[in-house]
């Protein structure tokens, strides 16, 4: 890039920035959350990931890199020339980037991954173009095989014996030939190229099949002394309708597939295309691609949230079901985060754009359910491995069969033995082997997510299915999370205020929800924390600080005890608490009981349904809580909960996991905190409720995106689902090949005289695959009970 | 007869050797890009060497319609990826030491590999 490109450039920011900035008409925004100047300029340092197109060469990099580096408040730019995405770092406007990089001669949108609209219709295309060519060419290769089919069933005689019957066979013999080519030529390519590669697949079996039968007729047509008599019989019929038959099962199969997929379908449809960003004091509608970080977006009521956000203006209800699957719209306002995919329905809303492109956690799941209909389950190995040898070995049975029909066959020995080697290559499925697993994951992954359950992968899937014990953490995951100050006992001279004051200085600097339920009484009743110093947090047991010279210790009854603060005679009254379910939390000023605080945290209104639910399906329930005991047994009690583990410090819930393992229970775990994350990667399956933390989330090998434990019985019911279908389908194609492939050499025909057609054969395997895609749409029926 | 069943044999023998005896020459990676055509059945190369111990690009370029040529997994370093029909992918390929790794399409029909060297 010139030094006048980059001025004009740098011209063109400022000039940007300076007329957004002065722009008359600002829209509404509250005030108290962002400054107008805010609106038209990132002040705070973003990161940006923008899509490059037209960079051809490495030496396109280094002038995208150096047009965004003069970019003004740019201070990092990084592009990665094999994704063609470039990542920028500074306090700049989204817009003033795009703008850079098409002065530089490029063009640039937001990273929004694979645009996968964009990708589902061309899939849709191309899938749609390649069902009509295969429905053609079964059309073409039927008209010819169907009437010949006929001619031998009802005529029954396609033998060559007379000078005039080898033309008629010969002329047949060409037609089948161009049949070959036109509506087959796509088995023979594919042969072909596996065979130089060394390879082996369906279209090999095909290939083959069709071949001989084609070879053997057009011997028997031009060379008729060299056989028997009874051996001179055409099998142009067999391969025209071979052809005809696997062109319709594999149309049909692609027509089935288009339905497996149609979760993921349904989420890449909650995107929307258009978002309408607040520019200039006016609403300008953009394309999605282009709404960059702190973009302001209004939304009216009926609408779709475009990307994710934070709400700073109106209030509404949000139907997030479609994410959650939480039927009740949820209540937003300012402050409140809004997510891309959901539907605005009452008020309407400006939101700040805090996620967009790649980064919405709309395109997160669905790269994350993508990923997950990509993988498979351990179950599905054995057909990988058996696919590996399959083709050459069933290859080698044909020859086998050959072989022995040729050794002890009865007359026209060469006949049978043409017949049963092309029936062994024709009837063997390596499709249905390999459809089997895949699949079954594929509706079942999506069924999950449709109802808010997003499983990591394959093996998630299938261990989830065979859980034994579930640990629930308490606070939550059974409880709403979000404790409340129910008591607060004052034991010295410290007023109520005082106090309150104090421990919420205190626990400011705490994560905990039992801490936060401290901080928004204070705040509810006006009081105002104050500076801290020597913050410690104490795993399991509490925190310490000191604030305006006082020595403040806040905890349980263990944290006392460790620093020898005198609480006996009050341990009674907060045992009271305890068997109230409430919480409580001693508090001392200076070495000395202060007060004991009480907060309680509300069970979630489904918790006890839902683990009813669980437990009905003969999964043992374990409830892990760091709460007192006696606190932990009313809830145990209150929602129906025979096993639990109090005073639980967090690397224990961890070893409480590893203990149930190593009795032979296979595990799951379902928790919401960050210190839940180490028992939930050790767990079996780990569960994390999705309203839980981002560490919590990427620990889990399942997130249920709602906060209700019916999640929970859900994903399990869906994983149990899924895996039956995976066996039905594993069963039906090991039996298919199992039975088939000895049918077809020609094990009945000692007993009952029976040899099958090639045709039937053609049929049988066209359908195989069909009946396994279709088995595994069957879970797209699936709902889960007792909701 | 017996020359029949001796000619049974040789297929047979041929089969085993061409499918699982057979060592594939392999197409090595230059200036750290490799492409792959996705057509007809095949991975065009099948068999790519890459560099140990440093990062590389496969790029895979599928021009087939069927739709298993539409999936591409490479189980051992838990690759699975989309093929969009005429459109380049880039997979990256971590950093490994030295082995061989089997890459495939869903149902096993397209197979190739991967040797790290």
Redesign the interface.
Known sequence: MSDEQINRENEVTKSCCHNRNNTPNEPKINKNIHSSSDIYTAQETTIHHLMIEGASCASCVSKIEKALRAVNGVTKAEMNF??RTVSVTGSVQGAALITAIEIAGYRAKVDTS?SEQE?LD??DK??W??YK?LMRDMTIALLLGVPLMIYGLVIGEMTVNTNSERLVWFTIGLATLAVMYFSGK?FY???Y???????????TLIALGTGTAWLYSMVVVAVPELLPTMARHVYFEATAMIIGLINLGLAL??KA?GKTSEAIKRLIGLQAKTARVVRGGNDVDIPIENVMLKDFIRVRPGEKISVDGEVVEGHTAIDESMLTGEPMPVEKQAGDKVVAGTINKSGSIVFQATRVGKDTALAQIINMV??AQ???PPIGRLA?AI???F??VI??IA??S??AW??FGPSPALVFAIVSATTVLIIAC??AL??AT?MSVMVGVGKAAEAGVLIRNGEALQTASKITTMILDKTGTITEGEPKVTDVLLTKNYSRKEVLMLAASLEAGSEHPLAMAIVDSAKAQGIDTKKVDGFRSIAGKGVQASCEGKALLFGNEKLMKDKGIVIEQYIEKAQEFAQEAKTPMYFAINNTLAAIISVADPIKSDSIAAIARLQKNGIRIVMLTGDNRLTAQAIAQKVGIKEFVAEVMPEDKANKVAELQEEGEIVGMTGDGINDAPALAHANVGFAIGTGTDVAIESADITLMRGSLHGLADAIAVSKATLANIKQNLFGAFIYNVAGVPIAAGVLFPFFGLLLNPVIAGAAMAFSSLTVVTNANRLRLFKAKNH | MLWVNIAGMGVIGLIIWWFWLYKSSSVDMSDGVIEVLVKDGVYQPAVIKVPANQESTITFFRADSSPCSESLHIPDLEIAATLRLNKKVDISIPAMQPGRHAFHCQMKMYTGELIVD
């Not at chain 1, 190229?193 to 279209?203: E, F, I, Q, R, Y």
């Open positions: 094999a994704q694979d990708a061309e899939k191309a899938d173009a390649y060519k796509h390519v594919g042969a190229n596996s065979l130089k590669n060394h390879s082996a697949n369906m279209d199969e692609i597939r993508k990923k990509n993988s498979k990988d696919s590996a040898y083709v050459p290859m080698i020859v086998l050959a072989l040729l050794n390596p499709c390999g459809l895949p």
